[in-house]
């Protein structure tokens, strides 16, 4: 079993990938839904941060810091920097925002450590469905003036339509600059449900909703 399919067979079972109907953030209602709020042990989310620094190394990707756009991201960047630190011996910085800027204490809307001018930052993200959550995170770090984004890592690409289209990443970064990757994407669950027909039903499912809302359609 290779890393991406772990990486679901640990999705299913942790109940973070499920079946049903979901109405999604951009309105589109899918067949299939990615709660990364069910990692809720500490092994869950060890583990989770261990796939996510792997695809980082794979991918060759340096960063001084790694963003996690509240609220989902938090524990992401920072069990993502965890792991970094503990497998490859990579110590980076960790950051989050808040929803609602502080106006007292050390104030302003990031926790941690604020990149600055000159450092590189990445994203880190659960899903990609039509790129809204990037733009948020990048109306935010555009803030920080000397400060790039060298790429986002997101668990799942759902290969869905952006605002046009395009693949919702490919816009993201055509629009932004800079790479985006995922540990896994659609096409990989769907390879992995398609090795048990008992999935048959999830899978047509799952191949009707890209007909109507991926990129070729």
Same mark, same amino acid.
């Given at each position: 079993? =290779?890393?991406? +399919?772990?990486?679901?067979?640990? *999705?299913?079972?942790?109940?973070? /990938?499920?079946?049903? +109907?979901?109405?999604?953030?951009?309105?589109?209602?899918?067949?299939?839904?990615?709660?990364?709020? =069910?990692?809720?042990?500490?092994?869950?989310?060890?583990?989770?941060?261990?796939?996510? &620094?792997?695809?980082?190394?794979?991918?060759?990707?340096?960063?001084?810091?790694?963003?996690?756009?509240?609220?989902?991201?938090?524990? /992401?960047?920072?069990?993502?920097?965890?792991?970094?630190? =503990?497998?490859?011996?990579? #110590?980076?910085?960790?950051?989050f925002d808040r929803k609602e800027a502080k106006d007292h204490g050390e104030g302003g809307v990031f926790v941690g450590y604020v990149p600055k001018a000159g450092e590189d930052v990445v994203i880190v993200e659960d899903v990609i469905t039509a790129g809204t959550a990037?733009?948020?995170? *990048?109306?935010?770090?555009?803030?920080? +003036?000397?400060?790039?984004?060298?790429?986002?890592?997101? *668990?799942?690409?759902?290969?869905?339509?952006?605002?046009?289209?395009?693949?919702?990443?490919?816009?993201?970064?055509?629009?932004?600059?800079?790479?985006?990757?995922?540990?896994? #994407? *659609?096409?990989?669950?769907?390879?992995?449900?398609?090795?048990?027909?008992?999935?048959?039903? =999830?899978?047509?499912?799952?191949?009707?909703?890209? &007909?109507?809302?991926?990129?070729?359609?």
């Open positions: 079993m =290779n890393y991406k +399919e772990s990486f679901i067979k640990f *999705m299913v079972e942790s109940g973070v /990938l499920t079946f049903g +109907e979901f109405t999604l953030k951009s309105g589109r209602k899918a067949p299939y839904f990615v709660n990364t709020g =069910n990692y809720n042990t500490g092994s869950q989310l060890a583990r989770l941060g261990e796939y996510y &620094a792997q695809c980082i190394k794979e991918n060759n990707v340096q960063a001084d810091t790694l963003f996690g756009p509240a609220y989902k991201g938090i524990p /992401l960047a920072a069990a993502c920097s965890i792991a970094l630190s =503990n497998k490859y011996g990579i #110590d980076v910085h960790y950051a990037i733009r948020e995170s *990048m109306a935010i770090l555009s803030r920080l +003036e000397g400060v790039k984004v060298a790429a986002t890592f997101i *668990m799942v690409d759902r290969k869905e339509r952006g605002k046009g289209e395009k693949l919702a990443m490919e816009e993201v970064e055509e629009e932004f600059g800079f790479p985006v990757y995922s540990v896994v #994407d *659609m096409y990989d669950i769907i390879a992995y449900l398609e090795e048990n027909p008992a999935n048959a039903e =999830n899978v047509a499912r799952i191949r009707n909703y890209l &007909a109507v809302n991926g990129a070729n359609a």
